[in-house]
């Protein structure tokens, strides 16, 4: 790529985090903490996640991407191995095939985030022994990638961190439980196998240390630092300096070493996970809400219609050179929205790895994610006000 993309950040206005991502459940994570934890109890909690994941088989780590490099592990992938990923997607996957000194195959992306089925051909080669679905926002991967990796002897792996969506798809599947998922906690990866072999496997190489006390209380600071931070940038404006994503963002020196999740954010996802239906028909509902108020602007392409995904963000697409404008202008009118990913193979840590991915340059210069989560109906439709007068001002 020779053209600098725009990557600048949305700045800190007068919006509020919690409006853009589920955080205020993080008291919950505070009260496990105090809690006296009780083996039988957490065991009965494991038993009860068994059933909801519909599996006999289900671990849980210290972070998404320890599940992952265990899954990868247990599919015997290996250096020199070929693992084809998305090449939009948060780089802690491509450090999980990194780590196992495997080579990740960076495939492009169509307009509905997930894989480009054709381009991902063209990269299958008999080293491939591996495709990481990354269901790129919440979207659910298609299921003619399942069906290539079958016709071509090659693993998968289903990266569910943006969703709880339960897939019959793929050898393992992976999710996440971090601060800003839609199953938040401090911290964690789930990993889930229905066949016994495979179970078998995963179990000889789980590793023996678990996240200590003090670990998961400076997790949990960590968090809290986080959010201080967004409070001092909006409040404090001599802080705030107007950034950019930069390519040495991103250092890929650090190997992942897995831990065993302590049982405290297992209890931290069960109280959480038990509303989670109505957190789910609620979430529908808002997405529903804004497709329908948004469909009237040209310059604004929204999330694709799919009752099977469930989504971590609302993210739209928009005309190009648009996407700071309307992001200062939100965040002016008291919505803060963000963007995420860009492709990865942009980072100078990956360079090694790169190669064509014309659609994902383009989108990760269009996707903008407007806060939907925290937002009552009256919200929404003042948010949409708000984009009207954008459209009436500055287009």
Not at 301 to 323: A, E, V
Request: aromatic share 14%; with cysteine; charged share 25%.
């Amino acid at each position: 790529m020779n053209n600098k993309p725009d990557y600048r950040y949305i700045p800190i206005k007068k919006g509020y985090i919690n409006k853009l991502y589920p955080w205020y459940l993080w008291v919950i994570d505070f009260w496990v903490l105090l809690l006296k934890i009780n083996v039988s109890k957490t065991q009965k909690i494991k038993n009860y996640l068994k059933e909801l994941f519909k599996t006999n088989y289900i671990y849980f780590f210290d972070s998404g991407k320890s599940a992952l490099v265990i899954a990868l592990m247990a599919l015997d992938i290996k250096k020199g191995d070929d693992v084809c990923v998305s090449v939009f997607v948060c780089p802690d996957v491509i450090e999980s095939i990194v780590t196992v000194k495997a080579n990740p195959i960076f495939v492009d992306c169509e307009d509905d985030f997930l894989i480009n089925v054709v381009d991902l051909k063209n990269k299958i080669t008999k080293k491939t022994k591996c495709i990481i679905t990354t269901n790129t926002y919440g979207f659910t991967e298609k299921d003619e990638i399942y069906r290539i990796a079958e016709e071509n002897n090659i693993r998968t792996i289903s990266d569910l961190a943006q969703t709880l969506k339960i897939i019959d798809h793929g050898d393992i599947s992976v999710y996440s439980v971090g601060p800003q998922k839609i199953l938040n906690t401090t911290g964690g990866g789930i990993l889930i196998s229905k066949e016994k072999n495979l179970s078998e496997k995963i179990q000889s190489i789980m590793p023996n240390e678990y996240v200590s006390y003090g670990e998961l209380v400076l997790m949990f600071l960590n968090r809290i630092k986080y959010y201080l931070t967004f409070f001092l940038l909006k409040y404090i404006k001599i802080i705030y300096i107007s950034k950019e994503k930069k390519q040495n963002d991103y250092n890929s020196s650090n190997i992942i070493k897995p831990k065993m999740m302590s049982n405290r954010t297992i209890y931290s996802i069960y109280f959480k996970i038990k509303n989670y239906g109505v957190y789910q028909t609620k979430i529908k509902h808002k997405i529903n809400k804004l497709n329908k108020c948004l469909e009237k602007f040209n310059w604004i392409k929204t999330p694709k219609s799919d009752t099977n995904s469930i989504n971590l963000y609302y993210t739209i697409l928009l005309r190009d050179g648009l996407r700071y404008k309307l992001g200062l202008y939100l965040a002016e009118h008291g919505f803060q929205s963000t963007w995420n990913y860009i492709p990865v193979s942009w980072y100078l840590a990956y360079k090694n790895y790169y190669n064509e991915t014309p659609n994902a340059f383009k989108l990760s210069e269009q996707v903008l994610s407007l806060p939907f989560m925290g937002l009552s109906n009256h919200e929404i439709e003042k948010m949409i006000s708000i984009i009207e007068n954008f459209e009436k001002e500055l287009l």
